[in-house]
């Protein structure tokens, strides 16, 4: 009797068992499966993620708190005199964009062309004004 067919079946199985084992932790490690395994990891995303209910909207009265929350920060960080203004200036105004395009777009408000993210003073003030003539303020 031989044992050969048995050893190959045996050492195919633990190959195999090491190497999805290696995915599942490259996966948990990193978010990326190994190519062959990726179209499992993509349906198991897809399906995880239409179990997540989304998110409801922000009301008026939170955009608008995290506005004035964020002017205030900038004004605070203009007329400080911190170590690494400028960087903390940048970051503060970086936000302060990224509220306003949020409020633009939960309202339904209209952005002047170009705006986003690390605007020049020119379109964030054609942004506010925006979102004060529809009525909106903070």
Same mark, same amino acid.
């Given at each position: ?6 050893? +190959? ?34 349906? @198991?995303?897809?399906? #995880?993620?239409?179990? +997540? ?10 955009? &608008?708190?995290?506005? #004035? $929350? %964020? ?9 400080? &005199? #911190?170590?690494?203004?400028? %960087?903390?200036? $940048?970051?503060?105004? %970086? ?6 395009? #949020? ?16 605007? &020049?003073?020119?379109?964030?003030? $054609?942004?506010?004004?925006? %979102? ?5 303020? @903070?």
């Amino acid at each position: 009797m031989t044992y050969l067919p048995a050893y +190959i079946a045996v050492t195919a199985g633990v190959v195999l068992a090491l190497d999805a084992a290696h995915a599942v932790l490259r996966y948990a490690a990193t978010g990326h499966a190994p190519r062959p395994y990726s179209a499992v990891t993509d349906r @198991w995303e897809e399906w #995880r993620d239409a179990q +997540i209910p989304p998110p409801a909207p922000p009301t008026p009265q939170a955009l &608008s708190a995290d506005l #004035r $929350r %964020l002017a205030d920060e900038v004004q605070a960080v203009t007329a400080s &005199s #911190r170590p690494a203004k400028a %960087l903390h200036l $940048r970051a503060a105004l %970086l936000a302060y964009d990224d509220a306003l395009l #949020r409020a633009c777009r939960e309202l339904h408000v209209g952005t002047p062309e170009g705006a986003r993210s690390g605007m &020049s003073p020119d379109d964030r003030f $054609r942004t506010e004004s925006a %979102l004060l003539a529809s009525g909106f303020e @903070w």
